[in-house]
């Protein structure tokens, strides 16, 4: 019998090589059969994360993660399989997202939205994030989208990754402290590892 694929969504059957053996699991209740002709699992996304059937897949030999981040999957994925994750796939949304809650807190639109429902309009300043410093740990391809969307905003925005990266102007971890009390707004997009844990 030959080996299966288990996708997420039903329209990814459409996109399936003809031939191919295809089964849809979107994470939640139980997984179609028996999986141990599963030879490529893509993880459902979101809440459902079902890793813990990789080790229902003696046969696995790649797993494709829709997320950025894959520390969910390094404890129970086999040696010699294949780990694929979604890097840059939530790029532009993660960023929107980002740009949205550092003016919500500049703006204190929590206050405002409070004060809108209990008609009180009283005037008060707030901050700005124009000619804020900001500092993005975890200078990745997230960390480039986020910079990206504000500079139009009269940001300063500073670099930080794992490893300096003086072509690009990127401080090395060992910046860190040093950097910080420097810092308005601090933007992390790390990975989950034990290294960035804390």
């Not at 295809?22 to 179609?32: I, K, L, M, N, Q």
């Not at 893509?42 to 829709?66: F, K, N, S």
């Amino acid at each position: 019998m030959a080996d299966r694929v288990l996708v997420p969504w039903r329209q990814n059957l459409d996109n399936a090589p003809p031939g191919m053996r295809v089964s849809v699991f979107d994470g939640e209740g139980d997984p179609p059969g028996d999986l141990s002709d599963v030879a490529f699992y893509v993880v459902p996304y979101g809440r459902t994360q079902r890793v813990d059937l990789i080790e229902r897949m003696p046969g696995l030999r790649a797993v494709q993660v829709l997320t950025a981040g894959y520390e969910k999957v390094l404890d129970v994925l086999p040696d010699e399989t294949t780990l694929c994750n979604g890097r840059g796939l939530h790029d532009a949304s993660t960023a929107e997202h980002t740009l949205a809650l550092m003016l919500a807190a500049q703006r204190d639109l929590p206050r405002w939205a409070v004060d809108q429902e209990t008609h009180r309009w009283e005037p008060y300043y707030t901050r700005s994030l124009a000619d804020a410093r900001v500092l993005i740990v975890g200078y990745g391809s997230i960390g480039a989208a986020v910079e990206e969307r504000l500079l139009p905003f009269e940001t300063e925005v500073v670099r930080l990754a794992r490893r300096a990266r003086s072509e690009q102007d990127v401080h090395g971890i060992d910046s860190l402290h040093r950097l910080l009390p420097e810092t308005d707004i601090v933007v992390l997009v790390a990975p989950h590892t034990a290294e960035t844990e804390g």
